[in-house]
């Protein structure tokens, strides 16, 4: 029967899925490294024979696996929980992911490795495992404690840290070298896309599929939350970024809709089942002499991981005001790597800049690891309590001392309530400023796309597209303005009432009119940065900056009205927290 | 990035099934058949390009959506159900199918198509569409009402009845014609399959699954149901069944198991997808030029699809012993054919043996049906009622007469009681043979698979294997013996009773030995029948006989034992009802 090699691929595959789990779950060892060991068992490269007929067919369906995968993830990240985690989880992020790269990169160089074979490996091991760490802390019962919550927060911030390095290294891989100004570009459309995209996103996902779920029929929801999914994947790839930034993305957005337990439980089989392929096809992917070659490297890798990660975890959140107790079992929490190294292996391998042996290395790597992290989240409490007993009585007085003093600098009262306005206020102006952005690059993208060649048109398109574009972002460019005068005026107010100069009410003023103006100047950089292809002449610029003039003049009520209405929308979809899930209907449908 | 295409094609097909979902349960038309005319509307033979690239692995997703399919149809059902729907439900279906082989193959020859083609064709009709029916029904809100019981009644029986049909198109498409002791012995093979697969089947996954229950994790047991499905369809394969007939058979099995309801739930989503690309894809399949050119027959065979369904499942609803009303209900809800056609019509495909306009004439037809349905269902109602008082008066009484004859043939009090226990009696007897020619047509399959050429034995292979096969057999052998006993017994209770002989407890006492006595004949003529090329020389199977025999007197009563045992385990398993699903967990895993 046609298609017959494929099911039985599928159907090996399975089966073997199945017999792991169960046999996983007895041994009590996570099921992840048992279908990696499964695949590797029935792959090409193990005797007696290859089970496994098409490996092209299976690869393709591991992809869906990183599609699902990451989608579960960005379901589960809400902005929401990433403002309650805060500054730690940053510090601690940034920390780690700095450091890691440092680390692969050197170790690479060490080895003699190539620059980007190297750069590879340091990307793949700054991220840890979301996967494993959230079974293993399950498994341990430790979910609740307050360090798992910050490792939680870690991860969503390496998630989205994550999400840069993809899009930054295939930027790097596709121009040979790293170029700053290139890097700086990569990150600011990055920026402007993932800004663009949830904006428009949450104001518009939640509220259709509000609408799909009132017909009150899981499947047309699933298959739309799908189609949704898959859609946008569509276009991130068109894009030019990598489908599993596009499916996180998605994610995120859905993650603000009411229906996310519904769309959680629904989704949940589809990625544990592609799940599940994925990780066996990575042990496909594996070759066993190449783990025979190279054991040294993978032992100097697997130590490195270890103990990189609890260093710069550890330190990091400690920098941040936790405890040290607190700091050493977050940094045994997140010492692994996992399911996002072998998307960023796979990333290099088909972007062919890397080398064959950085796969199976990171799949040998993360293996390791993962069997440890159990152990070393058990050990985090006596290491701690042994190492605070060995250190000397000056170093515990420093450290106290250090906490005591971050601790002072935390605003309070006026100040803290100050600071929070002007961050909002920041917050608002560049979100502004990249849906501008946005605009201009959708336009730009559109005119060169040629699509529009067919139309026939009196004036030239670019002049119609730019005039467009100018047009569409006049709400935005005019919410812009607004904030920066209030920022002129809150600044105003802040820097000049403490000091004791002689012309105050003369020098708020300057501050509350430079302030604005600065803005106007930056509003006119950014938009002759994006307008890129489209940019038309100097006169016809200023004819519509002058037509842009008179329409803020004359409609400015309905621009900021549209605005705030669409600022009102997107603060409700935020702040709704999602239904509970009704009880199961029995029958059957 | 690798794969690319395919992730596009699959967000093509995904967004469009989204889109469609939405807009046609806005208009209140059956999902399904958007889901056919978006992927005619996508696909390869519309303009103005094709938005698919390719459309092989579309394909092969569409493979996963039939095994999807017709797992969930096995899931819904049950060895239960089907006792309860009763006679009923039989006599429509074979006659339904009956009279649509016959009348599809007749416009087949009509139209001067091969004998091929109008074979597939006949089997194409005779099916009707469960998916259809249930939505079409659900929307009606008429799925409570007795003849939708009936209905479903009807489509089970049909599934088992299709099963057989499909295995039995597979034997004759590769034969080249229709012998009729080929296709006994298919049949017979199958049911001999079916049997075993049933009763093993039954008697270990409930028992696996719910081991695999008690670890409480929803991930595990998705993947060991997908691993058991996907193995068993493996299996399957490799016995020269279809895909389709081992996903209904492995859903059927599960059905018994304790954790059917979250099986169905977890499975659902899953199946809701792939359904979605295989109705996408049965669209993508389409060729409009070629329903252009089949205007004729694709509106001949719609009409008689209509005309001949309402005719003969209204028939032989009623000469089953329905109401008129009634009757002409399940007539027009079964007037239609849905995705068991396509199976069937891409089993010809696939086996090369039908011409290239079948698939889309199955289609359209199917399209046509389906847009019928809801209005044919509601028409039931009034057309009965038109009849009925058109009816001239005798008719209507002979009709009267028919009903109330058919209602004094039932059984009542000792004689019902005991036709039941002898019923039974015979599908004990009937299992019991069927697991024995099981034993001996696996040991068989196995000696010619020549695996076990490696294996050193002093004695022929052959001999050991034939052997084997008896000891495994003796306990079925031993309790089929019994059971005869018992019948025989009965048997001369029921028959000498009632007769004024002058010799009743001498012909008791004859009937009693004489059907132990045929029985024993029976049983051997089955081992001989599928010892087949295990068949030992004459003197061997003397030896073993005798073996045999001693083995049953010294050991009766372990054997006796060990059966009693195992038939224990599966009633218990029939008869437990599944467990209601526990309250929603809502925690992120």
Known sequence: MHGADFLRDLAVIMLIAGATTVLFSRLRQPVVLGYILAGLIIGPHTPPYPLITNSHTIETLAEMGVVFLMFSLGLEFSLKKLREVGSTALVAALMEIVVMIWVGFEIGRFFGWRTMDSLFLGAMLAVSSTTIIVKALSELNLKRERFAQLVFGILIVEDILAIGLIALLSGIAVNGDINMATVGATLGKLGIFLVVSLTVGILVVPRLLAYVARFDNDEMLLVTVLGLCFGFCLMVIELGYSVALGAFVIGAIMAESRQLHLIERLIAPVRDMFSAIFFVAVGLMLDPRVLVDYWLPITVITVAVVLGKLVSCGTGAFLAGQSGRTSMRVGMGLAQIGEFSFIIAALGVSLKVTSDFLYPIAVAVSALT??????????????SRRIGSTLPGWLTAVFGLYTRWLGSLQLSGDNALAAAIVQRCLLQILVNLCLVAGVFLGLAALFESGVLAFLPSPLDHKNVLWGAAMLLSLPFLVACYRKQ????????????????GRYPAAARQIIAELVPLLGIGIMLLVISAVSGSLLPPLETRLVVLGVAVVAVLLLSRQLIRLHSRLQIALQETLETPPDPLKPERHGHH
């Open 370 to 383: 993962t069997l440890l992290t159990p152990y070393l989240i058990q050990s985090a409490d006596p290491l």
């Open 485 to 500: 005068k209030a920022l002129g005026q809150m600044l105003a107010e802040m820097t000049v009432r403490g000091s004791a």
